[in-house]
């Protein structure tokens, strides 16, 4: 192995939250700091050529390559766990900017009381209303010591919408059940596909509060207090799975990596895949990290600090193939390395077929409406058989024919031929999916360890996901399904297809790329992997950032939520760890 | 290296010159009359001919608008077999391969180039049947990965953009109404509530100017 000369900071992934803490350390002091990503250099302006559903959106080209690795999957610990062979319920990213160059933008903020969820439910409905196996964690940190922090994310992203709540006062045509904001959307809302429009009308006349969906796909021109100057959106609808073209989708392409070309003591590394975090038992300190180069050459790169910000999956795995930390034990409860595994419950609940058209292709990924009404904690819950909840969006996300052309009423049940044919020409452009966004709630036997069959590509474990659906899931999503096709009739929908409920976690349909758990944050060194400064309670030089730290899912996106606590981190460092190392919390 | 084998396409096979309604009908106005001879890179003729026969049972040509045969599949789904997607390149492809449950995806070490070939030899002559004994060779095979497989195909050869071989002059976005990689609806997206806007389809070569190398190019 190679030892490289020192540096003081080493930065595992090149996605959003890596680039981000690189910005701010690297432009706030003087530090020298080395971002390693395991898959390909990008720029914004690759972007121009890459409107290509088949090789991007159906054959997935801006996604991690699964030859090299892959996750297993079991739904209970008694079965063998097989692997994903093929990219179907999350899309992980691969390359600079990672997950947040093909995303959707999609940036809502997470209500107050996902923070305090344990607590908050104990006080309101009794220590017997978590289901039975629960894993449900307080983060350790409130909304009101977060918000500061939101705000700055959306002043970065130049985040378009409107507020609900600005600083305590309702205000109807935003989401009136959000948090408080301290200040108003940076840029005002996007414009509204017409599925959408429908949708906010219907929702409103059913009583409910429908408001723009939050979105980084800027809806005017927006210059950030970075200096970086973007246009908005021209609704191309080539987002979700593609790069932005014109930039107009915060990516850390177009918002960090700039910044970063431009200053001396940050330097970027591609091809580079880290296999261990090395640290010294003695000290308790870590010492950085081995990776093989692109040339395939083993290198040790020493380092002062170390943030680990590779996403979900890899910030759990490395931490297990490193040995930091005690593996979470499912049976004895022992170690907390792997657990609360959570994604986000995400269905098409009301299909809706219209008989006029409804020009689909036009949108972006974030373009329409939602409503929360059924998505917070003053519900009157007497009714209802689930904790939780969720939202319910109608968007406009820009459909390609190949992913979309197919969907016809469920009276149909021709699949090809031409019968098929017809109706699904006829149907193509006049139909519309509403989609249900819920809570997962974290349970002790959802849980990520290393799989004792499967490798990877050097020889590693995969990553092995045990995960399955609760009923809780399961009535919430009948719930959303039912309010979701009250929503598609009075659209004036002439067919609907109601979700068929959630059944065994299906691996192969698209649910999102909102994974959470695995290094948890919390207040106890006893109950978490890090301090809710992302500090590593063991080994204080070593941070980990990203969705991974998630004690669970709330139903809303991670996005804005992670990057606020890389923020914040980022602070204490810069204002405290820097001058004075050791534990911050 | 095996002998190169070439389809031939008769006049009604490809191309054509394509009027397209508001509605987003396509019919073909005149065809070309010139056969064309084009090289195979992974099936051989007789393959090729079953493929073309099978997608068009599939995705017909008929009162709904022109299908896959006159949209190309054929050679889209010859250039996809032949490149990465062919042979599995980024499909985790590491054993032991065992049977899950559905919800775990295909589980199998076969690649879409050993799935075509085994499931072309099952068909047999299937291009010289009659297209109700076609229809019944394909209801028979409904639910074997191969099938799967060359439904998802046909449906990419109809709409992906021509670069790619399939969707000839656009006609499958013809076909639905798809404008193709458009880079501006900023003007258009609240101005037509409930009523068709149907731009004339642009591809991503002729949208960028600039040559695009397609994934089944790669390595």
């Known amino acids: 192995m190679k030892t490289l000369p020192g540096v003081d900071v080493v ?59 892959t996750v297993t999957l079991r739904h209970d610990a008694t079965r063998r766990a097989l692997p994903l062979r093929q990219h179907g319920t999350f899309l992980p990213g691969t390359g600079v900017g990672g997950s947040g160059e093909h995303w959707n933008a999609q940036v809502p903020r997470f209500l107050p009381d996902c923070f305090e969820l344990f607590s908050k439910t104990i006080a309101k409905y009794g220590a017997k209303a978590l289901p039975a196996d629960h894993a449900v964690r307080d983060w350790g940190i409130t909304y009101d010591e977060l918000e500061p922090y939101y705000t700055r994310v959306d002043k970065l992203l130049g985040s378009s919408g409107q507020a609900g709540n600005l600083r305590g006062k309702l205000i109807e045509g935003g989401n009136i059940f959000e948090g408080w904001r301290s200040e108003e959307y940076p840029t005002p809302p996007t414009k509204v596909p017409y599925f959408a429009a429908l949708f906010r009308d219907a929702a409103k006349s059913l009583g409910y509060h429908p408001y723009p969906a939050p979105s980084a796909n800027i809806s005017r021109p927006y210059t950030n207090p970075d200096g970086i100057s973007r246009g908005g959106c021209t609704y191309c609808g080539f987002c979700n799975r593609f790069g932005c073209m ?4 915060a990516q850390p392409t177009n918002l960090l990596l700039p910044i970063l070309q431009k200053h001396k003591n940050i330097s970027l590394r591609t091809g580079t895949w880290v296999r261990r975090i090395l640290f010294d038992s003695g000290s308790n300190l870590a010492r950085g990290v081995s990776y093989i180069d692109s040339a395939g ?89 689930f904790l939780r909840g969720g939202y319910i969006a109608a968007r406009g996300f820009g459909f390609q024919p190949i992913a979309n052309f197919g969907v016809v009423p469920n009276a149909i049940t021709a699949t090809w031929g031409s019968e098929w ?78 979700f068929g409920g959630l059944r065994s976690y299906d691996t192969t349909r698209y649910q999102s790329t909102h994974v959470q758990g695995g290094t948890i944050m919390g207040a106890s060194p006893e109950r978490s992997v890090v301090s809710p400064y992302l500090q590593h309670w063991r080994l204080p030089n070593l941070f980990i950032l990203g969705a991974s730290t998630f004690p669970q899912n709330a139903s809303a996106n991670p996005t804005p939520t992670l990057l606020g606590l890389v923020y914040r981190t980022a602070d204490a460092i810069v204002d405290r760890y820097l001058k004075h190392p050791g534990l911050l919390a | ?36 001879r084009i090289p195979l890179r992974f099936f051989t003729e007789t393959e ?172």
């Not at chain 1, 014109?246 to 989708?249: D, L």
């Open chain 1, 11 to 69: 930065i595992i992934g090149g996605g959003w939250a890596g680039l981000l803490m690189a910005k701010e350390l690297g432009t706030r002091t003087s530090v020298s700091i080395i971002v390693l990503e395991r898959g390909p250099s990008r720029r914004a302006s690759d972007y121009v050529a890459d409107m290509d559903e088949l090789d991007f959106y159906i054959r997935s080209r801006m996604m991690q390559d699964l030859s090299r690795e």
């Open chain 1, 246 to 249: 014109v930039g107009a989708k």
């Open chain 1, 297 to 385: 050459q083993e290198i040790f790169q020493p380092a002062s600090l170390v943030f680990l910000a590779s996403w979900t999956f890899n910030n759990t795995r490395l931490l297990l193939l490193s040995g930091i930390g005690e593996p979470y034990d499912p049976v004895t409860g022992q170690g907390i390395v792997g657990s609360n595994l959570t994604h986000q419950v995400t269905v098409p609940s009301a299909t809706a077929f219209f008989d006029q058209p409804l020009n689909r292709f036009m949108g972006s990924g974030s373009a329409g409406f939602m409503f929360s009404d059924f998505d917070r904690d003053d519900l009157d819950r007497s009714s209802l058989n």
């Open chain 1, 421 to 498: 044919k017809k109706f699904a020409v006829s149907y193509y452009d006049r139909t519309g999916a509403i989609i249900f966004t819920g809570e997962h709630l974290a349970y002790k036997s959802n849980y990520m360890d290393l799989d004792p069959l499967y490798k990877d590509k050097l020889g590693d474990p995969l990553l092995r996901l045990t995960l399955d659906w609760r009923d809780n899931e399961r009535r919430m999503v009948d719930f959303g399904t039912g309010k979701s096709v009250e929503v598609a009739r009075a659209m004036g929908a002439k067919e609907i297809n109601a």
């Open chain 2, 1 to 36: 290296m095996r002998r190169r084998h070439f389809l031939s396409l008769s006049a009604a096979t490809v191309g054509g010159v394509l009027i397209y309604t508001l509605d987003g009908k396509a019919s073909l106005l005149s065809f070309q009359q010139k056969p064309v």
């Open chain 2, 48 to 219: 090729a001919l079953i493929v073309a026969a099978a997608t068009s049972r599939i995705f017909p040509s008929d009162e709904s608008g022109p299908g896959a045969r006159e949209a190309g599949v054929v050679i889209f789904i010859d250039r996809q077999l032949a490149g990465p997607y062919g042979k599995d390149r980024f499909r985790y492809t590491e054993p032991p391969f065992e049977d899950g449950p559905r919800e775990l995806g295909y589980q199998g070490s076969l690649t879409p180039r050993q799935i075509y070939r085994a499931g072309l030899k099952g068909l047999g002559a299937f291009h010289l049947l009659d297209h109700a004994a076609q229809d019944a060779a394909l209801r028979k095979i409904e639910s074997t990965n191969f099938f799967v497989l060359l439904r998802q195909n046909t449906i990419e050869g109809v709409f992906c953009d021509p670069m790619h071989g399939g969707n000839v002059d656009m006609i499958g976005w013809q076909i639905v109404g798809f404008p193709g990689p458009r880079m501006s609806n900023y003007d258009e997206i609240e101005t037509y509530y409930g009523k068709a806007f149907r731009p004339k389809p642009v591809d991503l070569r002729q949208v960028t100017g600039a040559a695009i190398r397609p994934g089944e190019e790669e390595p």
